[in-house]
């Protein structure tokens, strides 16, 4: 059964927000190390090219580790998966018409919105939206009892 709410934070986020709800910190959770993850799937060379642009913006934002190789990969393949949906709407058109004669829109156009929604999640768990990175403070140069962050 589903607990309500919203999922709990990661702590190291926490520590990064400074802690706004002032509840204890989970001194017990696992911290996987901070090197760049390796695809856990086999990803197209387009979606190895997205790998390669986010890789080294995740490690500078120190928002990157070894346990991160899923999140990451399914970004990119949903970014290949947009971009070839948009390839397809440039191609066949927006609107299309149907076998018995009515106008429809382009079925690739729900499975943009859908990748968009998916890319957007996705971004906003790493601190890639504007509004994602507000609620982040940067603790470089600083020590914590989790460490270095």
Known sequence: MAKGGPAPEPTSLRIMKGNPSH??????????RAVAPTS????????IEFWNYFVPILASMKVLSEADGVPLANLCNAMCTLEEAQE????EGLIM????GWLQISPFQSLIQQQMKIIGEICSQFGLTPSSRTKIKSNDNK???WGDF
């Open 23 to 32: 509840r204890p910190i989970n001194k017990a959770e696992p911290q996987p």
């Open 40 to 47: 856990p799937i086999p990803l197209s060379e387009r979606a």
């Open 88 to 91: 397809m709407i440039k191609t």
């Open 97 to 100: 018409v149907s076998k018995s």
């Open 143 to 145: 020590t914590t009892e």
